[in-house]
């Protein structure tokens, strides 16, 4: 929201009017709604451990945060680029191996990376996607330069709280919508129906699109049925499906009908217990046998995530490079690789300052954030890097972006990252905007929802800044307050 | 539609049902004992072991009967095991209809946060039972007349059938042991309200309440929706209307609870007290329950 000298961004400006003319009340009123509203909505989460309440609400933050056009522009152009050389890498890597033999990716991360199926091997997912639905991490440096932190190509969760905050926040503050021209997001479920049309194999009018998820109890169920329903397509779950003469079916009121195109939000492990873990119950026996013969279409495909590991990370702006000969538009944050020597050197001896990651791991676990460790936090992380330097990287403590965020009634400033989802089919795109992420406890940099984390609405406006107030908004300010 | 997403609408229809005449009852009854007290302890006593007898809930306090979540037959319990239905049928069921259902939901919990007093239990009874009521409201002005709708009422009136059955059912045997005529008119007032039918049957009946009146006007009164034999035809046309979407594989649920309406419309309330009402009501839900199962192996176990 500010300036590096302190001053409010313009595009911020209409956005802190409104802020400064609200009573503490007022603010706390804001948020209630909020939260009445998601609560009624059932746009919760589940919590494992506590068993008091398994539901939580999801925790929101009204105050939403704002990109100008220009800059979105920017950011659009470097997804759909970064997303195209991830496709071109994985169908590299279990086809040609082109980039391993050119030595620009060393072959050992690629086959020691946990998301590697080497079942994958040889074969040509319809239209050559491997990853339809990315959602890429994104931080803002002291410069206020968006920098890639992360890729997610397996299954991505949290675009349905992307469509949700938004709902939500049209009815919280209805005038600021007004002034500010804001991006719409009504068009991602049409472009998430499309890309996944895209790969249906059957000629058939109308292929059956089902989306897999592993039911009711798992903690991205809301969204799970949220886009089933935004879609029109048919929420399944593993015991819902059966594979019989090497097409995948679904048991229906009518009997066995074939499906088409599966959007599966269960990971790859779960898939078929014939070929991935033999205890799985969430998937289908067979299923992978049917995908390979190509009578149906994943999204997205097994073994994606040998392309968002954090050691594979550091190599995306070389492949950009490598696959379609251009500059990276959206830069890494600089990583150093624990596996290579002289980076380790430099690891082991600047703990202190560096974010340290492991590697197979995601959600905020398995880190350490140097300039808030212990000295037995960090002699621990240097025992484990030696123990297992493939498993590690670092980062420079970046310090996230603060944004203002509603803290017991108060406004704050917490840090913030932007995870927007790109989508591929015929033509790749971006949703306007995307979930921003913001750490609610004071300090923190850790944004995961299960680690305190909490989300906001992000506009990206369509103008250059805000509109004055038309008399329409004016009548409408005794609806909002 | 899927197999699963059916099962689970039939018993969303079930449990909201449940849970309306749970609640309705249990607040009846309780109000009803007030009187009763004062005249008679020992039917009064009765009174409510018959009224939870038939609901399949424990002898308890009332509290523990609303909000205890370890007794499955308790209100919270019928509430959440709807709810949990509705979450699996999310994507079929409209916004509106999730939404009302989750607001009752949270509703319960909240009234069982802000502390248990006498008036409370009473504010969360009828919060439940209004809620069941604009919740039928709400699934018929927002749903399209597709098969998980049907689905969705077929449960919801095999559910009525059967809880109005029990009801008149374990009514009439206590009826029958009843003392004093004073008394045993005050069971059937209980009944006819417990069954949200005071009103209408005084319209057809406006003379003092009689028995033999009551048992005829519950059991056979084709025009009011809380009859068994209203219950009875509505399901039967449902069963009916899913047949002709899914052909023969739908004739035997079909045929079943025809045979059953047709039974209804063919007795009348002489047969019936010759034959003892708890007897013909027992066989009642015995045919009603094959033809559940019947249900279920041709839609829901595919």
Known sequence: MFTAEGGVRPEYRALAQRLAEMTPPE?????????????????????YSDNAGIEK??????????????????????????VEALNLFLRDVYGEQRILNDGVVDAGLVYGASGFRREMIGMLPPQGVYTHIVGTDLIRDEN??????????RSPSGASYVLECREVLKRVFRVLFEQYGVMPLDDYADWLREALLHVAPRAADEPTIVLLSPGMYNSAYFEHSLLARRMGATLVEGRDLVVTDGAVCMRTTHGLRRVDVIYRRVDDDYLDPVVFRPDSI?????????????????????????????????????????????????????TYIASREDDRKYILEHVGELCIKQTDASGGYGMLIGTQSTAEQRDEFRRRIQADPRNYIAQPVISLGKHPTIV????????VDLRPYVLVGEKVRVIPGGLTRVALRKGSLV????????YKDTWVLAGAGARTPSKGADSARSVES | MLSRVADASFWMGRYLERAEHVARVLEVTRAILIDLEQVDPDAASKQWQGALAALGLPDDSTEKLIFDQSTPTSLVCAISLARENARQVREVISTDMWEHLNQAYWSLHEAHARGVHESQLSQALNGIVTASLLWDGVADGTTARDEGWLFLKLGKFVERLDVTSRLIATRTETAVRATSPSSENVYWIALLRCLCSMEAYKKVHPQRVERRHVIDFLLFDAHFPRTVRYASTVAADFAKRLAEIHGARGK?????????????????????????????LRQLLEELTEACGLLQKSYFLQ
Do not use: H
């Open chain 1, 27 to 47: 603010v706390e009123q804001r948020q209630r709604l909020a939260d009445l509203l998601l609560r009624n909505q059932g746009v919760t989460f589940t919590v």
């Open chain 1, 57 to 82: 609400v999801f925790p929101f933050d009204p105050i939403p945060r704002l990109i100008t056009g220009a800059e979105w522009q920017n950011v659009e152009r470097g997804l759909v680029q970064r």
């Open chain 1, 144 to 153: 206020g330069r968006f920098l890639v932190l992360e890729d997610n190509v």
């Open chain 1, 282 to 334: 969430l998937g289908c026996a067979g299923l992978f046998a049917a995908y390979r013969s190509g009578s149906v279409a994943l999204a997205n495909a097994p073994g994606t995530g040998v392309a968002d590991d954090k050691a594979i990370y550091p190599f995306v702006p070389d492949m950009i490079r490598y696959y379609l000969g251009e500059e990276p538009i959206l830069e890494n944050v600089k």
């Open chain 1, 408 to 415: 017991d009634g108060k406004l704050d400033g917490r840090c």
């Open chain 1, 447 to 454: 944004v995961n929802s299960s680690q305190g984390g909490g």
């Open chain 2, 252 to 280: 035997g649920v079909e045929r079943a609870f025809g045979k059953l309406d047709a039974r209804l419309e063919f007795t009348d309330v002489g047969e019936v007290e010759r034959q003892g009402t708890p007897e013909f």
